[in-house]
């Protein structure tokens, strides 16, 4: 065996393929010509002040470069709009949902009275290859005049005694609840924020007796919440025909007149939402 120094040795270490140990092996070490790095010139020493200092004074500097996106205002968010009606029928549930949501207000219950009227039934052959059925509906017109039945045949139902009365008016007063209240300082439809923006325009003294009108309402009719079609109308208006519901004291013509104003509530909006019918 040759005799090496220590100098001329290295150790080489490596995996033995398809084995779980280590080879250990040695070789010679050959002498190599390595060219000399270039010389670099140290950097004075700063303080800790001084690089704050100069890494502000980048920031700023890079700022002024682009003033365009620091100072840009952010993007407005798009404005919600309607499908095409004859696509309603075949579009997928979660935008069959969107589209109640726009058109009335947010409730489970009323998604589970009309989602299994939107996909009309097709009574075919087995295995016989027809196109896609079209929309039950002409328009979104039809659509929520459709919608007012399915709700006025739940109101007739809760008031029956051959039904499970209980049950069918927790669903109805959950659908009629789903509108914000009158005069609310936080409303999450976009829809109702602009409608009700009439009625944000006076005193804090006036806000107030809405306020209580709402209250006195609710005790009155339990269950169920004042929803009534603004169409503009000041606070002073509102709050009248609030008293005269109030005091006529009738909770089965409440559920009419409710039904009636989200109908029409749905109609208006279906009027000012960009649709492509």
């Given amino acids: 065996m040759p005799q090496f120094t220590p100098m001329q040795l290295k150790l080489r270490i490596k995996r033995i393929p398809n084995h779980n140990e280590l080879g250990v092996g040695f070789t010679t070490k050959e002498r190599r010509d390595v060219p000399t790095p270039p010389y670099v010139e140290l950097q004075p020493r700063r303080t800790l002040s001084e690089f704050m200092e100069s890494s502000s004074a980048s920031s700023s500097s890079a700022a002024a470069a682009t003033p365009d ?3 840009a205002p952010p993007k407005a968010a798009a404005p919600p709009s309607l499908p095409p009606i004859a696509s309603l029928s075949t ?5 069959q949902l969107a589209v109640l949501d726009l058109l009335f207000e947010p409730s489970t219950e009323l998604h589970t009275l ?7 039934k097709r009574a075919s052959a087995a295995g016989a290859s027809e196109p896609p059925p079209e929309s039950p ?3 979104y017109a039809s659509l929520i005049r459709h919608v007012g039945s399915l709700v006025t045949s739940l109101s007739s139902q809760s008031s029956s005694s051959s039904s499970p009365s209980a049950q069918q008016q927790k669903k109805l007063h959950g659908i009629l609840g789903s509108h914000p209240r009158l005069g609310a300082k936080k409303v999450e439809s976009v829809q109702s924020q602009a409608e009700q923006a009439q009625l944000n325009q006076g005193g804090a003294e ?14 009155k009719f339990p269950g169920l919440r004042y929803v ?10 509102v709050m009248e025909d609030m008293r005269r ?11 009419q007149e409710a039904i009636r104003a989200m109908v029409d509530i749905a109609l208006d909006r279906a009027k000012k939402l960009d649709t492509a019918d």
């Fill in 245 to 255: 519901r109030i005091d006529r004291g009738d909770p089965k013509e409440e559920e």
């Fill in 206 to 219: 006036e806000a107030e007796k809405l306020k209580a009108l709402n209250d006195e309402y609710e005790q």
């Fill in 137 to 139: 509906f002409a328009s």
């Fill in 114 to 120: 009309v989602l299994p009227t939107l996909r009309p």
């Fill in 91 to 95: 579009a997928p549930i979660k935008a």
């Fill in 69 to 71: 996106t620091a100072t």
């Fill in 228 to 237: 009534v079609f603004v169409n503009g109308r000041s606070r002073p208006v």
